[in-house]
């Protein structure tokens, strides 16, 4: 026992009757990075939030240090040097950076003030040290998804914990970001620090773990050392089936159809300058970029959630989008990338998810139709095949996965003719992502064009048939047929090749 830092012993929860984790039981050794992977629903979220006092069991015990634990709230793991980084966000909009990084944790004079200028320091020298240049005193509604991700690093590493989660911390990061992250584990992890580290990612879990636990379906699958498996092995005990069918659909290839978007010399002051670009009827287009070169204003402009300059037009004819109200009129659909801000709402239902934009197709005499909600929400959850015990459930008791769907079904929902798609497997294991590449070629088999934003490379090329690459700020640049390569990706979003 002198090696563990805690037990989890014979761990199960309960959710509406439903067993979302099975009698697990395993150890993590003190000062070691353990990797924790699984499908979506496989319970992961489940066992994390209950070591960092989030939930609490339905049977089992948590031993911290060799003795038998109780963790009723967030406020006590804390005490007892658990902190956590969220998979989502968990910060206030109108704080600054600084003030979210200490919050519930601030430093205060003698007399009892707060003393920002020390607080200011700190997280100026954490963000350094992280190599991301955020100015403590911004909003975090200023700031991109990415550096979000980071302030929410910096806020667990300020808490000095002996045992750090961390929750998909690099679904945004670039690899750049990645690298420095790494670095700072392993200097946590030889400061005797003890790391979860939850990961859809499985050449990440080979990076940067010593050994890696399996979830399926709430079950323990294995506890292996990382030297002793490799990716396929990994990824068999996740899914339960020794072969894996092509991750991606055929390629729709359109190349000689009109244009349904055509979108000419869009400009944000500051943000975009002179984008142009056309969308084909059926089209799977992609857009490649680091992070911070405008792809997401460029989806926020064209359904409507930013001011711009420029011309947009609808199979030829010019349009004017200056709200989503206008966007949704016009048929166009957009899946946010930050799927929990701007996406689903986690205090209600499937069905009240589902029809929220669209809820005016289900009013009968100015009453909601109940009925037809729950026949409409059933038909989705059976093609999209999301899991969940009862239609009934709130959002917030659904993996990253099934939310996903369940936000894909809402959009759907507006029989749009025009899907963007902003980093539409953000968070979602192998399994997961091949249904949404199989939803996506099958919306554009039907004649709906798609816009897919993602920064994993292996996405685009995988799925669409065009791909324009964005740098700061610009198209640098058009890729089609054999030019769709990581490398011609690569050249075209840092520079080494010019713009068009």
Known sequence: MSGTILSIQHISKNFSGVKVLDDISFDIRKGEIMGLIGENGAGKSTLIKIISGIYQPSLGNLVLDGKAVSIPDYIIAKSLGVGMVPQEFNLINSLTVFENIFLGNEIKQSFGLLDKQKMRERSEKQLLELKMPVKVNQLISDLSVAEKQMVEISKALMLNARLLIMDEPTTTLTNREVETLFNIMKDLKAQGVTIIFVSHKLNEIKTICDRVTVLRDGKLISVDEVTAVNEEDIARKMVGRANFQQLFPPKLLRTADTAVLEVDKLNIKGLLRDISFSLRKGEVLGFAGLVGSGRTELAEAVMGLRAAEGTIKLEGKTVQIKTPADAVKHKIAYLSEDRQGKGIVQGFNLPQNITLISLKDYLKQGFID????????????????????SPRMHLRFLSGGNQQKVYLSRWLDTKPEILILDEPTRGIDVSAKQEIYEFIHQLAESGISCMV??????????LCSRVYVMREGTVAGCLEGDHINKEEIMFHATGIKGSN
């Open 370 to 389: 109940k009925k037809a909600e729950f026949a409409k929400t059933a038909n989705y959850v059976k093609s999209f095949k999301i899991a969940a015990a």
């Open 453 to 462: 934003i993602s920064s994993e490379m292996e996405e685009l090329i995988g």
